[in-house]
């Protein structure tokens, strides 16, 4: 991530094993007016990199140091990543209705953290991005959501849902309206992001309950 101090932070998250493929495209196309607002981006590839699922240890509740009990990696550099963002943009293909692998165990384990941690992305901005070709992208796109919501995350809109249409690599390009989409999600994102500042950044750190490990 490019050093700029006092500048807010967005970080996106590709979950597609295919490099430049094109939910990468999207993402990087929420970034680019991001940018242009003097934002600090950074851009990090889950997809295709070994990641574990959630295993239920609660260790998460037990050690409260905002880590998760089990180290790889790739979701130690997403989990810190997202820790120092003002913004989270989540991205993933369309598997069967639903997000990668890699992104579902990504929003397992960083959610659960996130909980066992007293509420650590509250009120940070959060965003799903989908590519899809044809069906299911909503379900993508509310699995990712679902993560975000129950974490205190705040969730802007944007024109349609955040879906780019394609199936082989770059076919969203042709896309226009699902680029426009993402083109207006950076613009709010940039928005929000500095009304929020303005506003006198984020209230105190705090949960109202924080649910018991099972
Ligand atoms: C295992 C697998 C399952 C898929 N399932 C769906 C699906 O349910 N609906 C759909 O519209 N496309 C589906 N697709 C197509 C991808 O979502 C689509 O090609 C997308 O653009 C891939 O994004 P990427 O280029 O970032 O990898 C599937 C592709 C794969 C490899």
């Not at 650590?120 to 959060?126: D, Q, T």
Request: charged share 25%; proline share 4%; aromatic share 6%.
């Amino acid at each position: 991530m490019k050093k700029k101090s006092e500048s807010l932070k967005a970080v996106a998250i590709n979950g597609s094993p295919r490099r430049g493929g094109n939910t990468e495209v999207l993402l990087k196309r929420v970034l680019e007016p991001l940018a242009a607002a003097g934002w600090e981006t950074g851009f990090v590839q889950l997809g295709g990199k070994p990641i574990r699922g959630c295993r239920a240890c609660y260790q998460c509740f037990k050690t409260k140091d905002s880590r998760c009990g089990q180290k790889d990696g790739v979701f130690e550099e997403c989990l810190e990543k997202m820790l120092e963002a003002d913004a989270i943009i989540l991205g993933s293909p369309t598997y069967f209705t639903d997000v990668s692998a890699e992104m579902k165990a990504l929003l397992d384990r960083a959610g659960l953290v996130a909980v066992a941690n007293g509420g650590l992305f509250r009120k940070k901005i959060g965003a799903a991005v989908v590519a899809v070709r044809r069906g299911g992208g909503t379900h993508a796109f509310d699995t990712i959501n679902h993560m975000f919501l129950m974490n205190g995350v705040i969730v802007p809109g944007s024109t349609y849902w955040n879906l780019g249409f394609g199936l082989d690599k770059g076919d969203v390009k042709q896309d226009e309206e699902g680029l426009r989409n993402m083109d207006d999600l950076g613009q709010t994102i940039a928005w929000l992001g500095r009304t929020l500042r303005e506003g006198g950044g984020k209230p105190e750190q705090r949960v109202c309950a924080e649910p018991a490990p099972e």
